[in-house]
């Protein structure tokens, strides 16, 4: 089981036991160990060969009492040790339970926070971590920057008693897959706010009656999706033409493709209709 840990903390290469499971990335992949058909996160041991000598690697908690750490590295055009296979982060999360899950979005989302912070943005001084806090401070002026969390909203709006659900296909889909309406909190704004905002601006359509689900961290890049149910209120569901190409009530026996599981739309929509 993967669990947080809340002491801040770099871990150099030349430090590593052998036993830490450690999570590498590399833009949208990621290196799991498969023996066996079952995805888990690779030993140091196993994946020794593919850090810097003299690099580091971010410590984010334990995953079944190992250290768990990780950062970017090169996979591509390199020799994958056997047992070892770098697959698309998306398809991992898929085939994978939360705990990788979980590990993989936190080494991604604190490494990512912790290179573009080396100094401070105020004088120019490299940044420390705090000892107190999930937070990087500038020991010259004292500037705190803490990782940073874009709250997005995605929402299932149900019609005629919860027997329809409105499903939309994304422009970004690669395939004919239909998925919730979602988009990004702005600032300044509550997030019931932003449900209304997202839906009349993708869909013209009001809701009414906005009820929270349950949540998921997703990093691609940094985001925490935050899921609603809400119920249509007024006006003709029609997609935006910029994000949205096709849109449309469906039932449990009308249901289109869903977004792959490991996905918070998959156990939404999965959910509503007791699949
Ligand atoms: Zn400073």
Redesign the pocket.
Known sequence: MFTISQVNKELPVSELTGQERVVLFNRRDVLLSTANGVNSLPLADDVRGLLPADGMLMAVGTIDGAICCGTSAQLEDVDIPAGLSVKPTRIAFAESGPDIMNAVSRVREMSTWRRQHRL??????PMSFSDTDLALV?P????RYYPQIAPAVIVAITRNGRKELLLAHNKRFTDRTFGLIAGFVETGETVEQAVRREIMEETGIAVKNIRYLSSQPWPFPNSLMLAFEAEWESGEAKPDGTELVEIGWFTRETLPTIPAPGSIAHKVITQFFNL
Do not use: H
């Open positions: 401070c943005g105020g004088c120019g001084t500038c010259q002026c004292g500037e």
